[in-house]
């Protein structure tokens, strides 16, 4: 099970489409979310692009945790496709953003 909210998730996922306007701030926001949350969101990522399944959610999130070499947020900056990946890891594990992402998006 994710131990962060598909709500947070979402709001990554806004703010990493708007690098160029929302870098300062999505930083502050992956900085500022508890271990096990950045944990699962680098775990998520993995599973968006293939290298974990979604059944090997547990094993992500321990390997996210016990390899962190660099701050998460420099971590999945610097990594192509973020959004795409955090979206597609929901996916595999049969949950959406998306109803969080229209409320972002609507102001709610």
Request: aromatic share 4%; hydrophobic share 40%; glycine share 8%.
């Amino acid at each position: 099970m994710l131990d962060i909210s598909t709500y947070k998730v979402a709001q990554v996922i806004l703010m990493s489409r708007e690098l160029d306007r929302a870098e300062g701030e999505l930083r502050a926001f992956i900085e500022r979310l508890a271990e096990e949350e950045q944990a699962s969101l680098v775990a998520l990522m993995w599973i968006g692009r293939g290298s974990f399944g979604a059944d090997e959610l547990e094993e992500a999130k321990a390997t996210a945790r016990d390899e962190a070499t660099t701050p998460t947020a420099d971590y999945l900056l610097g990594t192509p496709h973020v959004s795409d990946h955090l979206e597609n890891g929901l996916d595999e594990l049969g949950l959406s953003a998306q109803d969080d992402e229209d409320d972002l998006v609507r102001g709610g």
